[in-house]
């Protein structure tokens, strides 16, 4: 059995996190879960409204999400979240210069993320703070070893993609 690794799967709000994330993992056969319910029901209302959140919301958010892949690697278990991690101290945070948790990045560009939004129902984040999330994207530098694909592609052909960045294609 391979050793235990992490992705931590971030974008703006829009790109397909959960939905490539999900498919990563079954396709994997790795533990999947959204970062998004680690939120509060506070912060999720004020995103709702169209208020985005501050570092200072984020830090126990982050917190939470960094001790569920703390917890995965300490049971020696492989897993896929789904964290926007827009900035880089965000995702220094999380993956803490650990080899075994990787970012992949889900890039595209604001007119196809737009018109996502537009169709997207029930999700708690508006289309209107898709600005503000492009505002605060710090994209992945080299050093940070991302996994960038672009998402042009369905869902499906992303998660195959990330598969095969990883050298691994199926579940072991």
Known sequence: ????????????????????????????GWVFVDGDDFHT????????TGHALDDADR??????????IDARLAAGTSGVIVCSALRRSYRDALVQDRPDVRIVYL???RALIGERLKR???????AELLDSQFAALEPPGPEERPITVGIDDGPDA???????????SQAS
């Open 41 to 48: 029901p506070e912060h999720i209302a004020r995103m709702h």
């Open 1 to 28: 059995m391979p050793d235990p690794m992490v992705l931590v799967v971030m974008g703006v709000s829009g790109s397909g996190k959960s939905t490539v994330a999900e498919l990563l993992a079954r396709r994997l």
């Open 158 to 168: 992303v998660a195959a993609a990330i598969a095969i960045r990883l050298g691994v």
């Open 107 to 109: 890039e595209g560009s």
């Open 59 to 68: 830090k126990p958010w982050l917190a939470l999400i960094r001790a569920w």
């Open 120 to 126: 997207r129902r029930g999700h708690f984040m508006p």
